[in-house]
């Protein structure tokens, strides 16, 4: 084989593999109508999809969410031990009252924790429903993310746009992840789906 066809060949090959990695790595799953990636970057790690679902308030939908790991995960407690940067995201799938979203993730957190170690979030707990309330109202489609980052806390963003200073206690975003995954959860299907258990 001639040198000229053999670097076209090996370019073109080249080119397939960029294509394919760039189209793999660009890939969005939908759920109820929100398309969410199947890949993320927070900080300088990646991120992979563990699950998404609905939360279902009777039979209306209320909002999907995402979490993301970087290793799967398919119990709560792989979860918070997961090492490494996370994420949940939300995405409003009605219109609603922020304050009583603020104080509905409070109640969520308190359910699933010991008073005592609840009493010691407090402050934090506090901070995040007066970011909610602050913002009046979420509409349909607008989204807030959850990141923890390690070394940093737990970064809340609503709207694109980050909330305050990071909340620095390691405890307080797996409180959080109670929320959902806890032995109270907010929805149990949507449990289920966060840990990848139903498609």
């Not at 563990?50 to 790991?69: D, E, I, S």
């Not at 609840?118 to 009046?136: A, E, N, T, W, Y």
């Amino acid at each position: 084989m001639s040198h000229p066809i053999r670097l076209l060949r090996t370019a073109s090959l080249s080119l397939g593999l960029f294509l394919t990695s760039a189209i793999a790595m660009s890939a969005t799953i939908e759920v109820s109508g929100v398309k969410l990636e199947d890949r993320v970057t927070v900080g300088d790690s990646n991120l992979q999809l563990n699950g998404a679902g609905v939360r279902y308030k009777a039979v209306f939908k209320v909002y999907t969410a995402g979490l993301y790991l970087s290793e799967k995960a398919s119990t709560p407690e792989a979860v918070m031990a997961a090492p490494g940067p996370k994420r949940m995201t939300i995405t409003m799938l009605r219109d609603i009252d922020s304050g009583e979203l603020g104080k509905l993730f409070s109640r969520g957190m308190e359910d699933n924790m010991d008073r005592r170690a609840f009493s010691r979030l407090i402050p934090g707990v506090l901070r995040m429903s007066q970011v909610f309330s602050d913002h009046k109202r979420l509409q349909t489609g607008e989204t807030f993310v959850l990141d923890w980052i390690p070394g940093t806390g737990t970064v809340l963003t609503v709207k694109g746009k980050v909330e305050g200073d990071p909340f620095v206690e390691p405890e307080f975003f797996n409180a959080l992840m109670r929320i959902w995954l806890g032995n109270k959860p907010a929805d149990w299907q949507l449990k289920d789906a966060l840990l990848g258990k139903t498609s």
